[in-house]
């Protein structure tokens, strides 16, 4: 006890008030590293690894150390203290109480906090209260879970946007304890040997041996006994070691103040054991916290390996961004240069034009005043007794007749000449030059809009003109406002290729002019994805959107429309390029409508191709027209359509099958045999498709009525023919997607048929070859990476 008394007479005596440690005081070396380092070339590493991270711990507000930083939802961190001044400049007040309020953790007390925060203007009094009034921030008395809670946005000063607090402003926050024990432990490598001063010692203090988290504080070994008495409950508090940071222990709910023992990858939170089964967390997907943890670590290590591993390669990036920045600089000089010598080339043109112009108004400016000065000389010639006027006076007095005569002739031409301008005065020029105004408007126009040529934006691709056929056709256009593009690059590659490692390997072709191209020699059965972007001086544009085409699965098969075979080719009008055929309905259709309730017969016209299929895979597409009666598209056995229908037989009303064969007995002997004719029935609009296999079994079958379904008719139709396999496919020729297929008897030439019970029409679909677009052949293109 007397060592003690003596001790608190002397320097080590304790005072009420502790003193408040600054955050520019030395930390203990014994906080430099989490884990021990071996050897003095890792403790130099470790130093210097310290020193060059010192812009990663910096507070983007006040731009100091990070003191009790806050993680906000965008992922960036910012002081506490920082955090509240900006919501008080926003008008919020936080539950805790006015925004100015000092924290009680010693990292950010008034005597360590930033000198910058200290001289913001707060809002005033009367501001918060009408704030507060209209419902801004929170307040005592508002009721908990009202129909609409106030949401406090954050500005965060990293990513400037504002981020959205919740209802619980900051205290709805986790604390960022591992970036404050980052900040501690770098504190301490840049003073290392220092140490922390005891804060209950008089000046000057003796260096702190011990810290206490219940109290807040660090002491020196005698403080630390005078502050905890034996017997007391402050003797239960245990020491840590001195720190200039008091922190919890753990990471605490800040909603139920328990600490966190899961993580909930739905909202990316961590939560505890109340919040997780709370409503709001119902249904998401949580994990323990140290499955979170081993995860993440685990991520975070093997990107670190990754980068720590390819240091080379970072150095050769960076070697190659200091060369951007050189190139960059010697650029931007080389750019700036050009437009100096633009702009004075306009100013030369400019000076040049308005020598030009000043001339012109000098010259017309003499002119005038030689006339006016011609003029006035002429009228004083008028005065009394001078010129013209004296001299007239003169020869009045000639008394001699002849004399007179002979001398008056003349004068009197001048005299009456003057006096009819005296009469009809006006002056010789005028003095308004407005016929030399310039109107400058259109050029000022260009003038003020003259800028930096931008690059075009990116195109867009007409997909009602773009298709696949034999060739692929691609059109685009640019934006109306675009700026214009000098040439265009086609890019594209299939998408069901076999995969290759790496990146997508995209074929390209530079320098296409106009806005179409054809691409040549596709793959058939296969996808395309297709893009374009247009160039001119100042670079490339923007790619367009991806456009994704199907290409035929055979190769196509280019025919004419042969109107030598079937009946009534009178009612049959093809077109000049043999591509399009109409059906016009002649008298027997009328005289049908007319004994529709006695039974009519109609005709059947038949259209063939001038082609004929004997082996491989063929595909062709048409178009019917969908106000057409009754169509029938198809293919059949050249020999049997001829005997079909040279005799140009009638049939019973619009439900007979020109195809089906059911008119003969002998069809029972050959029910396994594959048909002859293979057809598929379009009428109004609609697509009608049977319930068998094949298309040409009619509307009616042997053992009854068929179960049949319509589907709406396509813009074009495809017809694929396997001449091997005597298989037709019928296919919706935009989307390729399968309408029907049935068999067909292929023991001889199969050609296609289209067949006309009343009005009705089909376009065959043109080769994409007999466009004049420019070509672009797809197999001698370079491949990109």
Known sequence: MATRARLSQGRCQPRSPPPLPSPSLPVPPSFVSAAPLTGMAAKRGTKTSMKNMEKELLCPVCQEM??????????????????????????????????????????????????????????????????????????????????????????????????????????????????????????????AGGAIPCQ????????????????????????????????????????????????????????????????????????????????????????????????????????????LGNQDTVQTQICELEETVRHTEVSGQQAKEEVSQLVRGLGAVLDEKRASLLQAIEECQQERLARLSAQIQEHRSLLDGSGLVGYAQEVLKETDQPCFVQAAKQLHNRIARATEALQTFRPAAGSSFRHCQLDVGREMKLLTELNFLQVPE???????????????????????????????????????????????????????????????????????????????????????????????????????????????????????????????????????????????????????????????????????????????????????????????????????????????GAEDATVEASPPFAFLTIGMGKILLGSGASSNAGLTGRDGPAVSCTVPLPPRLGICLDYERGRVSFLDAVSFRGLLECPLDCSGPVCPAFCFIGGGAVQLQEPVGTKPERKVTIGGFAKLD
């Open 458 to 664: 990116a195109p867009v691709i007409d997909t009602q003109r773009t298709f696949a056929y034999d060739q692929i056709f691609l059109c685009w256009r640019l934006p109306p406002h675009s700026p214009p593009a000098w040439h265009y690059t086609i890019e594209f590659r299939r998408t069901d290729a076999p995969a290759q490692p790496g990146p997508a390997r995209w074929q390209r072709r530079e320098e296409v002019r106009g806005t179409s191209a054809l691409l040549e020699n596709p793959d058939t059965g296969s996808v395309y994805v297709l893009r374009v972007r247009g160039c001119n001086k100042a670079g490339y544009g923007e790619y367009s959107e991806d456009v994704h085409l199907h290409t035929p699965p055979a190769p196509v098969l280019h025919f004419f429309l042969d109107g030598r075979w079937g009946a009534s080719r009178e009612r049959l009008a093809i077109s000049k390029d043999q591509r399009a055929v109409r059906s016009v309905p002649g008298l027997p259709l009328l005289l049908a409508a007319e004994r529709l309730l006695t039974g009519c017969h109609l005709s059947v016209d038949v259209v063939l191709g001038d082609v004929a299929v004997t082996q491989g895979r063929s595909y062709w597409a048409c178009a019917v027209d969908p106000a057409s009666y009754l169509v029938k598209v198809g293919v059949g056995l050249e020999s049997k359509l001829q005997e079909s229908f040279q005799g140009a037989p009638d049939v019973i009303s619009p439900r007979y099958d020109p195809d089906s064969g059911h008119d003969s």
């Open 200 to 307: 209950l010692c008089k000046p000057p203090p003796l260096d702190a041996t011990k810290g206490c988290t219940e109290c807040r504080a660090t002491f020196c070994n005698e403080c630390f006994k005078l502050f905890h008495p034996w017997g007391t409950q402050k003797a239960q508090h245990e020491p840590t070691l001195p720190t200039l940071s008091f922190r919890p222990k753990g990471l605490m709910c800040p909603d139920h103040k328990e600490e966190v023992t899961h993580y909930c990858k739905t909202c990316q939170r961590l939560v505890c054991q109340l919040c997780r089964v709370r409503r709001t967390h119902g249904g998401h997907k949580i994990t323990p916290v140290l499955s979170a943890y081993q995860a993440l670590k685990d991520k975070l290590t093997k990107s670190l390996t990754y980068i």
């Open 66 to 191: 990070y003191k009790q930083p806050l993680v906000l939802p965008c992922a960036h961190n910012v002081c506490q203290a920082c955090a509240r001044e900006l919501l008080g400049q926003q008008g919020y007040i936080g539950p805790g109480g006015d925004p100015s309020s000092e924290p009680t953790s010693p990292a950010s007390t008034p005597s360590t906090r930033s000198p910058r925060l200290s001289r913001r203007t707060l809002p005033k009094p009367d501001r918060l209260d009408r704030l507060l009034k209209s419902g801004f921030g929170t307040y005592p008395g508002r009721k908990r879970g009202a129909l609409h809670p106030q949401v406090i946005m954050f500005p965060c000063p990293a990513c400037q946007g504002d981020v959205e607090l919740g209802e619980r402003g900051l205290a709805g926050l986790f604390r960022n304890l591992t970036l404050e024990r980052v900040v501690e432990r770098y504190r301490q490598s840049v003073s």
